[in-house]
């Protein structure tokens, strides 16, 4: 980010703006190709990196010496005003919508005023990869990176120039970029959650350091004295004939490859493979660009980039909390795989004005006269005409507003989310059920052994017309295996019985934890194992360790479909482990993930061709009943368990009453055939 004396470099603000484009684009528009957009901050960071090092080696050269309070004071008037402007209405704002957007806000807030958000976000458990309620200033994490290395590499610069060779200071930026890159690897590898990865500044500086490296290599200054330095150039390689003549052509290819890389599907899951080649190719895109009279660093300069790019700060800044605010309003909910288009369009449109807007009025004038000039400048206007006088105290109320608005945003934050209290109420209901004693006195025992079956009958079994078919299904108590018939020997419909709770196990992930009391409710003495965050894939394995320890019960109960994709292997592995003498119901998903529907039509497809398994189908149910959920769309309340649960029973029942039924079905067209046969013959 220049300072208002330093030269300009050819292409670098078209650079921001294909940077902040992709950013925002990633983020507005999730559905669209830019899979993996987020390598637009590491683009930044490239930038940063080289840009801030070859304006310190250009003081150093032309003074002897680095200004750290100047130089300091310098990104300070750069950096404040725009934040102040972001957190302070987008807080206010998120105060008046209320509910989720607020929770964690406080250290969201402390984290942007001390540029510590990545660790404070860290520590805090937060995650930038997930989907489920993003934070409010959750973008802030870069420019927290950002501002610590503009912390200390005025610190460390004095130290890599003792190197009297330039490809020594560029190797050893280098292998501190490849230290970084390589501790991400080791951490990861030995269990660290991708957001700490993703966030550390140890672990994501080689994009910075990368630009520091690039910076040496460009740099002359160093090497001559102070007289004789580049005096006001467009290009940190004046003096030199210029780079090769394919390095434009180069150049170009490496942006066109960053592109590619940005539209990489699940570029996260290679962490840090994906933003680090993005970094490199960065840094080529720069190479090209600043090179004196390079076409690339003309294409990217024309107006509408180099507007953008100008801006680009503020744009970043601004279009994530927009997003979120304008979701929420839009939606009631806060998830960002699921932001509807308009409301995409619409934030993109709001981002750009407030942008302009901030730019205009604060950011400018403050970098331009100072913070103490500014606000004498404002002073001035409130004894200006009417007009300006107008205009200073909108700025004057807008400003003690925002201020006001944080601070009782600040106060009225949850201190968790609604889905996180209905998942505790759910532990508290396990934790409560485990604790009553059974009747007799005795602590209720986790599970009961399942009942001895007889094995699945082959495809030749018959029975008797009104008999239930053999073996088929563990029968539901009560249930008889001849129905009882009328006086004409009519077949009787059956009488239903619920399937009691002793005889279920339910497998579920944090869906079924938030509403594991509305299940204990509905089918007292319910076995529920669930979990926050598991998968399908990890049914089979929960399912065995219950049959191995004779804990698994006849009617097992899967809800495992919200967190990821399900496929036919991960279902038959769970189906095996269930066995041929007990019934699996799968309950199918409701949740703004783009796999949602995937899971349901896999599991219907499942349940129709293999037998002893039936739907829970949940996502029809509450499909108009959203307002039962909590803010992520996601996890139940207490009503909207009432609800889980009586779905889930009622496919119970259905399934383990399905063999009186067939057989009272196969009775009527039997007793149905054996009527006309004896009119027939009376006709005779």
């Given amino acids: 980010m220049i ?7 050819a292409g670098l603000d078209g650079l921001r703006a294909v940077a902040v484009l992709i950013v925002v684009l990633y983020h507005l528009f999730p559905a669209w190709f830019l899979r993996s957009g987020f390598v637009g901050v590491d683009v930044f960071f490239v930038i940063s990196g080289f840009l801030i090092t070859s304006l310190l080696l250009r003081e150093r050269a032309a003074t002897g010496r680095i200004a750290l309070a100047a130089f300091w004071k310098r990104r300070a008037r750069r950096l404040l005003p725009a934040l102040a402007a972001v957190v302070t209405v987008c807080a206010s704002l998120a105060w008046l919508i209320g509910g989720d957007v607020l929770v964690g806000l406080g250290r969201q807030v402390l ?33 927290a990176v950002e501002e610590q290395f503009y912390l200390v590499w005025p610190l460390m610069l004095p130290v890599l120039m003792l190197a009297r060779r330039r490809w020594m200071r560029v190797g050893a930026a280098l292998v501190l970029a490849a230290g970084s890159a390589t501790w991400a690897v080791g951490a990861l590898a030995s269990g660290a959650t991708l957001t ?23 740099d002359r200054s160093s090497s001559r004295m102070a007289g004789s330095a580049t005096g006001g150039g467009a290009s940190p390689t004046t003096g030199r004939a210029g780079i090769a003549v394919g390095m434009p052509l180069v150049g170009g290819a490496a942006l066109i490859g960053l592109l590619v890389v940005s539209s990489w599907p699940d570029g996260a899951s290679v962490y840090p493979a994906v933003p680090l080649i993005a970094s490199v190719l960065t840094a080529v895109v720069i190479a090209a660009a600043v090179s004196p009279g390079s076409p690339l660093g ?3 300069d024309v107006a509408p980039l180099r507007w953008v790019g100008e801006r680009s700060y503020g744009i970043y800044l601004w279009h994530w909390p927009v997003v979120v ?22 934030a993109l449109v709001v981002t750009l004005g407030a942008s302009a807007v901030s730019y205009r009025v604060l950011e400018q004038p403050v970098r331009r006269l100072g913070a103490r000039g500014a606000v004498r400048a404002l002073g001035l206007r409130l004894r200006a005409t009417p007009v300006r006088r107008f205009g200073a105290i909108t700025v004057v109320a807008a400003g003690a507003l925002g201020a006001v608005g944080t601070a009782a945003a600040v106060a009225a934050a949850p201190p968790v989310s609604s889905s996180e209290a209905v998942v505790q109420a759910g532990l508290e209901a396990l934790a409560e059920a485990s604790a009553a004693p059974a009747p007799n006195g005795t602590p209720t025992p986790p599970a009961a052994s399942p009942t001895p079956r007889a094995p699945e009958p082959s495809a030749s079994t018959s029975a008797a017309p009104g008999e239930a078919v053999p073996g088929a299904l563990p029968p539901a108590p009560g249930v008889a ?11 009787l419909p059956p009488v239903h019985t619920p399937v009691p709770g002793d005889r279920i196990t339910a497998v ?9 009391g509305g299940l204990l409710d509905e089918r007292p003495g319910m076995q529920i194992d669930a979990a926050v965050s598991r998968s399908m894939w990890q049914g089979g394995e929960i399912v065995q360790t219950l049959a191995a320890q004779g804990a698994l019960r006849d009617y097992v109960v899967i809800g495992l479909g919200t967190n990821g994709p399900v496929d036919d292997e991960e279902l038959q592995t769970l189906y095996d482990a269930v066995g041929p003498e007990r019934c699996l119901v799968l309950v199918n998903a409701f949740a703004p993930r783009d796999w949602i ?10 349940a129709a061709t293999h037998p002893r398994v039936a739907v829970a189908d949940w996502s029809r149910a509450i499909a108009p009943k959203v307002d039962l959920l909590a803010g992520d769309q996601i996890h139940p309340g207490p009503t909207g368990g009432a609800v889980y649960a009586d779905t889930v029973a009622g496919a119970l029942d259905a399934l383990a009453n399905r063999p009186a039924d067939v057989g009272y079905r196969a009775g009527m067209v039997h007793w149905a055939l054996a009527q006309a046969e004896g009119r027939a013959l009376d006709a005779r």
Wanted: overall charge negative.
């Fill in 298 to 300: 003309r294409a990217l």
């Fill in 325 to 346: 605010l304008l979701t929420i309003a839009a939606t009631g909910t806060i998830v960002d795989t699921a932001i509807p288009l308009a409301v995409g369009v619409t």
């Fill in 196 to 218: 700490r990865a993703y966030y550390g500044t140890d672990t994501h500086a080689f994009g910075l350091l990368l630009g520091v490296a690039l910076a040496f290599a460009l």
């Fill in 111 to 143: 984290g942007a005023a001390t540029f510590s958000y990545n660790w404070l976000a860290i520590a805090g458990g937060s995650t930038y990869f997930s989907a489920g309620e993003p934070e409010l200033f959750r973008n802030l994490w870069s420019l």
């Fill in 597 to 606: 529907d995937g899971v349901n039509t896999e599991l219907t497809s499942f």
């Fill in 3 to 9: 300072t208002p004396t330093a030269p300009r470099y």
């Fill in 481 to 491: 295996a001849r129905p009882p018939r009328a006086d004409d020997g009519r077949p």
């Fill in 508 to 516: 579920g992930d944090s869906v079924m934890l938030a509403l594991a």
